[in-house]
C-alpha cells in the first residue's frame, strides 16, 4: 500500500514542479517579452492629424478652409467573441441607408490602407442622417467608431478651382515615394493632389501630433497617457484678387455659353473646348486672376467617395479638371508677332513707321510654288510697320520671317522665341505646367527626319506650324513687352503665415531674365498694339472704343493643324503709358479671336472700374 | 453516532490552515478581478464568504457523521447520481453552451460538481469491496461501466472538463486501490490513441464527431497553435500568457495588473483567476500558492496513509484526485501547457459550488483523519 502512496507523491511532486517550472519559463525567463506584449496591448498610440492651412484672398476672405465632418472606422479587435464582420456590417446595412455590398467594397479597400492602431477607413465624412442612425444603434453595433476629421472645406465651390486644385486621400505610388523622401506619411492620410494645394503641400500640411492612450480589451479610450498635439499647417495668402477672379469667371462662363449656342445653330462654328483667362502684374509676375473652363467643384474630391460625381468629371469631353492656363499648349497664331516684332526691329532696322506694301494678299518663298495667304482674301495696299500690327497683316510678317531666315538663318526668331520665354515652363508656383514647343532644326531633324525649311521660318513668323505655348507663357510674353523686356516668374502666393499668423515666407517678385532689347524696340511694338485696340482699324478695336484708357493688344486666331477651326487668343497690357496688369485670354476652338477680346476688354472696365454705374447695377443685383 | 470530544485532538491542523490561506487568498485575487478599483467586486466577495461559511458548516455537521455510513448507501448513492444528472435535461439552466445548473427551491447547483463527490464515495465503496479481484483486466472493465453513464451525462451537457475530472478519480483511485499500472496504462493509452485518431479523421477527412461540440475541438486546436486566429479561439489562450509573463518575479501589484484591469484576460475571476493572481502578485505568488496546493496534497496523502480502513483511504485519494486534477489543467490551462477545459482552481476560482463541494471533500477528508486508527504505542 505504501508503495502507492509513495507513487502518488512522486507524480504529485514532479507535476508541481512542472508547473512551478512553466510559471519560472513565462514570468522570469520570458517575462520581459510578455511585459512587452502586454504594453503593446495596453498602449495605443494613435496619430493625431494636424489642421491643414487655409487659404485666403490677397484682399484676406477665405477661400478655402477646414470644417468638421465625421469618418466611421471598423476596429476588428473591438468584437466580441462570437460576432463576426458579417454580423455587424448586416447590422448596420439594416439600420443605415448603406447596402452590404457598398460596406463590403469599403472595408475591402480600407483595408489595405489601414494604419496600425487606427483601425479600418470604412466611411469619410458621413451624412448627418447616417451618424444619427449609428448613433442610435450604438449598443448593437460593437466594433463601429465613429471619430472627427477635418473636411477640406472650398467656401465657394466652383471658384478657384484650378488654382486651388483639391486634395485627395494619398495614392500608393505617393506614399512610397514620400516616405521614402522622409516625410512622415500614412495610408489615409489626406494630400494635396493638384494645383496649390499640391504644390504647397509642405507647407499646407503641417505635422501630425499623436496621443498615446490606455485602451482595454474592447479598443476603448480609459486614459491618456502622453499627447503631441499637432501642429497646424500654414495658412496661404494668394496674390488672387478675389472679386476679379469672381468676375473672370462669371464672364468667361457666359462667353463660353454664347459660343456654345452659336454653334448649335451654325453647323459651320465648332463648338468651344474650354477656355482660359489670366490676369497678370506686368511689374511683379504676381497673378490677380486665372481661370480655366470648365472648372469643377473641389468639394467632390475633398469628400471623398463620391465616385459618381467625380466620375462625370473624369469623362467629360471638355476635360474640366486641367488648368488650361498652364497645361494646354497650342499654336499662339498672330499673338506670336510680338516676337516677330521683336526680331525684325531689333535685327532688320524697323522702325514704327517702315513702310510695307502688301498687293496680292499672297506671299511666295522664291522658288517654292505654294504660296502663304492672308486673313483677308485680298491685298491691303501700303502699311506701315504698326499699322501691319494693328491689321494683324499675315503678308508683312512673312516677308520679315523670311528676311531674317535670309539674312540670319532659321535662329533668330527661334532665339527670340526662347528670350521670351517661350518654349520652357514659366515656373509658376503650380504643379503639372507644360514647356511648350519652340522648334528648332534639331527638333526638326529628330522628329520629323528632315531639316529646317525657310517655310518653316515664313509660319513660325506668324505663329504657326509646330510652335506651341500655353496662356502663362502668352502671359509673361506679353508683360515683357510691357516692362520693356523683363521676364517675370508668375506667381500665386504672396505670404506664408503660420497659424498664429507669424510670416515664414513673403513674395518677392523673381527676375528670370532681362532680355538684351533696347526699349525702343518695345515702345514700337507697344505702338502697334496700341493701334491694334485704339484705333480704329485695329483688329480689336471695337470693343475698347470708349474706352477712357489706353489699352496695348494683339489678337491671334491660330489655325489648328489639320481642321478648319482655329483658337481664339488675345493678349492685351494696360493702361499705357504706366501699364500694370496684362490679360490672356484663351478659347480653345474659339474660331475667331473677335470672340476673345470682349472679354478681356470686361476684365479691364472691372479692374479699372471704368463704368461705375454699370458696376453699381450689378452689385445691386 | 461515533462522536467523541478526543477525536477533535486527531485533526491534521495543517489541512484547515492550508485551505483557509487558500481562500483568503482567492478573496484578494477575486476582488481585484471583479472591479476592486471600481468598487463593483462586493457581491462576489459576498457569495464567495457566504459559500465558504455553507461549506465549514457542512464540514463541522459532516464531522459528527462517521464516514463509514455512506458504505452501507453505496447503491442509493450511485443511482441519485445518475438521476440529478439526468435531470438536467429536462430541468437544466444553460450558461454559456452548457446545461449545468439545477435549481431546487433559492438554491442553484452544478449537479456535476455533487457528482464529483457521489462517485468517490461509490468507487471508494465499490473498490474497496472488490479490492482482491482488481489485478484482472476484465474488473477495470466492470468498474469502467460504473463510471462511463455519469461521465458521458457529463459530456452531453458539454461539460468536458468535469467529465475529464471523473475519469482522473477513477484512474487514481483504481490504482489505489491495487489496480495494476500495465492495465491502467493499456486501457487509457488505448482510450487515448482512439479519442486522437478521431479527431484526427475530423479534421481531415470531415468524419462527424461523438459528443464533442465545434467549441470544444476549437479548443484543443488553439491549444495546439493559438495563433491560428489570436482574436478568436486563441484569444484566451495568448492574453492568459500575456498576463502571467508580464508579472515577472513581483508582479504588477494587488489591483494594477492591466491585463486583468482593462479586461483582456477572459472569465478571470473563474477559469482565468490564476492568470490575475500570476500577473500581479508575480512569480513570487504563483509559487507560494503553487507550494501551498503542493503541501496540502502530499497532508491529504498522509492522511490516505494513515486511514484506519480501505474504504476511507480511497475517499483520501479520491480527494487527492480530485485536488489535482483540478490544479494541474486548470494551472496548466493558464500556463498554456494543457488545453482550455473550463474547470475552477479549488477555493481560489469565484464559484459556490465549486467552493461548498471542495471543502466537503476536504471535510471528508478531516473525518477519515479524526477516526483514523490509534498509535499509541
Known amino acids: 500500500m505504501n508503495k502507492r502512496i509513495k507513487l502518488f507523491k512522486v507524480v504529485i511532486i514532479v507535476i508541481f514542479i512542472v508547473l512551478i517550472g512553466r510559471a519560472f519559463q513565462l514570468q522570469i525567463i520570458q517575462g520581459e517579452q510578455y511585459y512587452r506584449l502586454a504594453e503593446n496591448n495596453r498602449i495605443s498610440i494613435r496619430p493625431v492629424n494636424a489642421p491643414r492651412g487655409r487659404i485666403y484672398s490677397s484682399e484676406g476672405q477665405t477661400l478655402v478652409s477646414n470644417k468638421l465632418s465625421y469618418n466611421l472606422y471598423y476596429q476588428p479587435n473591438e468584437l466580441p467573441p462570437g460576432l463576426s464582420r458579417d454580423d455587424i456590417f448586416n447590422q448596420m446595412a439594416r439600420v443605415t441607408s448603406f447596402t452590404r455590398e457598398e460596406l463590403e467594397e469599403d472595408f475591402q479597400r480600407g483595408r489595405k490602407r489601414s494604419s496600425p492602431g487606427e483601425g479600418i477607413l470604412i466611411k469619410r465624412n458621413l451624412e448627418d442622417q447616417s451618424m444619427v442612425k449609428l448613433e442610435e444603434n450604438r449598443d448593437i453595433l460593437p466594433g463601429i467608431d465613429v471619430r472627427e476629421a477635418a473636411l477640406r472645406d472650398y467656401v465657394y465651390d466652383n471658384s478657384g478651382s484650378h488654382v486651388f486644385g483639391y486634395v485627395g486621400e494619398i495614392g500608393m505610388a505617393d506614399l512610397r515615394n514620400l516616405t521614402d523622401l522622409g516625410y512622415n506619411y500614412s495610408g489615409g492620410d489626406i494630400i494635396g493632389i493638384t494645383g496649390i494645394e499640391r504644390k504647397y503641400e509642405e507647407y499646407l500640411k503641417g505635422n501630425k501630433g499623436f496621443e498615446s492612450i490606455q485602451v482595454n480589451h474592447l479598443g476603448h479610450r480609459t486614459k491618456l497617457l502622453d499627447e503631441q498635439n499637432p501642429e497646424p499647417g500654414h495658412d496661404l495668402i494668394l496674390s488672387i484678387d478675389w472679386g476679379l477672379q469672381q468676375h473672370t469667371e462669371e464672364i468667361i462662363a457666359a462667353k463660353f455659353q454664347q459660343l456654345q449656342d452659336e454653334s448649335e445653330e451654325d453647323d459651320d462654328l465648332a463648338s468651344p473646348q474650354g477656355s482660359s483667362v489670366v490676369v497678370m502684374e506686368v511689374d511683379t509676375g504676381r497673378v490677380l486672376s486665372m481661370v480655366s473652363y470648365p472648372d469643377f467643384n473641389p468639394n467632390y474630391f475633398a469628400e471623398g467617395f463620391r465616385s459618381t460625381d467625380v466620375n462625370q468629371l473624369l469623362q467629360n469631353p471638355l476635360r474640366p479638371l486641367i488648368n488650361r492656363n498652364i497645361m494646354t499648349t497650342e499654336p499662339p497664331g498672330s499673338i506670336f508677332k510680338l516676337v516677330t516684332a521683336t526680331a525684325a526691329i531689333e535685327n532688320l532696322g524697323i522702325e514704327a513707321d517702315t513702310k510695307f506694301v502688301d498687293s496680292t494678299g499672297r506671299f511666295n518663298i522664291p522658288g517654292w510654288s505654294r504660296p502663304f495667304t492672308n486673313w483677308l482674301g485680298y491685298g491691303e495696299g501700303e502699311l506701315s510697320f504698326t499699322r501691319a500690327m494693328a491689321r494683324s497683316n499675315n503678308i508683312i510678317f512673312y516677308k520679315l520671317g523670311y528676311e531674317l531666315y535670309e539674312e540670319f538663318g532659321g535662329s533668330k526668331l527661334i532665339e527670340t522665341a526662347r528670350d521670351f520665354g517661350l518654349g520652357i515652363k514659366t515656373g509658376i508656383d503650380l504643379p503639372e505646367e507644360r514647356d511648350g514647343l519652340v522648334p528648332d532644326g534639331q527638333w526638326k531633324r529628330e522628329t520629323r527626319g528632315e531639316g529646317w525649311y525657310p517655310g518653316d521660318s515664313v509660319n513660325m513668323s506668324i505663329g504657326q506650324g509646330d510652335i506651341l505655348v500655353t496662356p502663362i507663357q502668352a502671359a509673361q510674353m506679353t508683360a515683357a513687352v510691357a516692362n520693356r523686356g523683363k521676364i517675370f516668374k508668375p506667381n500665386l502666393v504672396d505670404e506664408i503665415r503660420t497659424a498664429q499668423g507669424d510670416v515664414v515666407g513673403e513674395f518677392q517678385p523673381e527676375l528670370l531674365s532681362q532680355m538684351p532689347y533696347s526699349s525702343n524696340t518695345f515702345e514700337i511694338i507697344e505702338k502697334g498694339m496700341l493701334e491694334t485696340v485704339m484705333h480704329n482699324r485695329g483688329t480689336a478695336s471695337t470693343s475698347f472704343s470708349d474706352f477712357p484708357i489706353d489699352i496695348a493688344g494683339k489678337t491671334g486666331t491660330a489655325q489648328i493643324g489639320g481642321t478648319g477651326t482655329s483658337h481664339a487668343w488675345f493678349v492685351a497690357y494696360g493702361p499705357v503709358p504706366d501699364p500694370e496688369i496684362a490679360v490672356v485670354v484663351f478659347i480653345d476652338q474659339g474660331e475667331t479671336s473677335t470672340n476673345a477680346v470682349p472679354v478681356a476688354a470686361d476684365i479691364f472696365s472691372y479692374y479699372y472700374d471704368l463704368f461705375t454705374e454699370d458696376e453699381e447695377i450689378e452689385d445691386g443685383e | ?377
Not at chain 2, 20 to 42: E, P, R
Not at chain 2, 334 to 361: K, R
Request: aromatic share 12%.
Open chain 2, 1 to 377: 453516532m461515533h462522536w467523541n470530544k478526543k477525536l477533535l485532538k486527531h485533526i491534521n491542523i495543517y489541512i484547515p490552515i492550508l485551505v483557509l490561506s487558500l481562500i483568503i487568498i482567492g478573496l484578494f485575487v477575486i476582488s481585484s478581478a471583479t472591479g476592486m478599483a471600481d468598487g463593483n467586486h462586493q457581491p462576489f466577495i459576498r457569495t464567495q464568504i457566504a459559500a465558504a461559511v455553507l461549506g465549514i458548516i457542512l464540514i463541522i455537521l459532516l464531522l459528527f457523521m462517521d464516514y463509514r455510513i455512506f458504505k452501507d448507501y453505496d447503491i442509493i448513492i450511485y443511482i441519485l447520481t445518475i438521476i440529478m444528472l439526468g435531470f438536467i435535461f429536462i430541468l437544466g439552466v444553460t450558461v454559456s453552451g452548457g446545461r449545468r445548473w439545477l435549481s431546487i427551491g433559492p438554491v442553484n447547483f452544478q449537479p456535476s460538481e455533487v457528482s464529483k463527490i457521489f462517485m468517490i464515495l461509490f468507487l471508494a465503496s465499490y473498490l474497496d469491496r472488490n479490492r482482491n479481484k482488481l489485478n484482472s483486466l476484465k474488473e477495470l472493465f466492470k468498474g469502467l461501466l460504473f463510471i462511463l453513464p455519469p461521465f458521458i451525462l457529463i459530456i452531453l451537457q458539454n461539460d468536458l472538463g468535469t467529465a475529464l475530472v471523473l475519469m482522473f478519480i477513477f484512474v487514481v483511485m483504481y490504482y489505489g486501490a491495487g489496480g495494476k499500472l500495465k492495465h491502467i496504462l493499456l486501457v487509457f493509452g488505448g482510450g487515448f490513441l482512439i479519442v486522437v485518431l478521431i479527431i484526427t479523421s475530423h479534421v481531415i477527412f470531415e468524419t462527424p464527431l461523438p459528443f464533442l461540440q465545434q467549441y470544444q475541438l476549437n479548443r484543443l486546436i488553439a491549444f495546439v497553435n493559438p495563433a491560428i486566429d489570436p482574436f478568436g479561439i486563441g484569444y484566451n489562450i495568448i492574453q492568459s500568457k500575456i498576463a502571467v509573463g508580464s508579472g515577472l518575479i513581483a508582479g504588477r501589484g494587488f489591483l494594477s495588473g492591466p491585463q486583468n484591469q482593462l479586461n483582456f484576460l477572459p472569465e478571470k475571476h473563474t477559469d482565468f483567476i490564476f492568470a490575475v493572481l500570476g500577473e500581479e502578485f508575480g512569480f513570487i505568488g504563483v509559487a507560494v500558492v503553487l507550494i501551498i496546493y503542493l503541501l496540502l496534497l502530499l497532508q491529504i496523502l498522509k492522511v490516505a496513509a494513515r486511514a484506519k480502513d480501505g474504504f476511507g483511504q480511497l475517499i483520501t485519494i479520491g480527494v487527492m484526485g480530485l485536488f489535482l486534477f483540478h490544479v494541474l489543467e486548470n494551472v496548466g490551462m493558464v500556463l498554456g501547457i494543457m488545453p482550455i477545459t473550463g474547470i475552477p482552481l479549488p477555493f481560489i476560482s469565484y464559484g459556490g459550488s465549486s467552493m461548498v463541494i471542495s471543502l466537503i471533500a476536504i471535510g471528508l477528508v478531516i473525518n477519515i483523519n479524526m477516526r483514523r486508527k490509534k498509535i499509541i504505542f
